[in-house]
């Protein structure tokens, strides 16, 4: 493995170690003595986002299978930056300490937590995945990259998704 290449892979992965502790950090927090009015509106955006980034998956998917590369990347690019936004959202909203939890007598809480969970565990995953998977594009190595792919795209697509299906399950009972 060249020099730049582990420097890279190392940047990855301690970013992404970085992010998993920020998160987990911020669900330990407790609740805000005062929220701002803005955000409550947080997740309705986080919800947004993660939509369009499902949008712009599929789409970017389906312009790879046209031989497509320019809108490929640009759609991918989209949707990695609206990832970022997310993130930095999701890391606003939860440093106020908002805690809603689904109703331990609803009939669709095993449903719910089934969700849930595999959504933050391939949340925490698929980020060094896709960082590799586009590293590998942004240097040329094609062949690498295609390889990754078969694995990050499904869990980043399936992360978004889940993300917009946790939401719409849970936004009844916030309380703000």
């Excluded at 290449?5 to 330990?28: G, M, N, R």
């Excluded at 999701?90 to 007598?105: I, K, L, N």
């Excluded at 925490?124 to 792919?149: C, E, M, N, T």
Aim: charged share 10%; hydrophobic share 55%; with cysteine.
């Amino acid at each position: 493995m060249l020099r730049k290449e582990k420097y890279a892979l190392t940047v990855i992965y301690v970013v992404s170690a970085l992010v998993f502790a920020a998160v987990v950090v911020l669900s330990q927090l407790p609740r805000a003595e005062f929220m701002p009015e803005w955000v409550s509106f947080l997740p309705g955006f986080n919800a947004t986002i993660n939509s369009i980034c499902t949008v712009l998956l599929i789409a970017s998917w389906f312009a790879i299978k046209r031989g497509k590369m320019v809108w490929h990347k640009r759609l991918n690019l989209a949707a990695f930056a609206l990832s970022a936004v997310f993130l930095v959202s999701y890391v606003v909203f939860h440093a106020f300490g908002v805690e809603t939890r689904y109703p331990a007598d609803h009939p669709w809480r095993p449903f719910y937590l089934t969700i849930l969970v595999s959504h933050i565990v391939l949340a925490a995953v698929v980020l060094p995945l896709v960082l590799i998977s586009f590293y590998w594009a942004l240097i040329g190595q094609f062949d690498r990259h295609r390889k990754l792919v078969k694995y990050s795209f499904p869990i980043w697509l399936y992360v978004t998704t889940t993300g917009v299906a946790v939401y719409l399950m849970i936004s009844p009972y916030y309380a703000f």
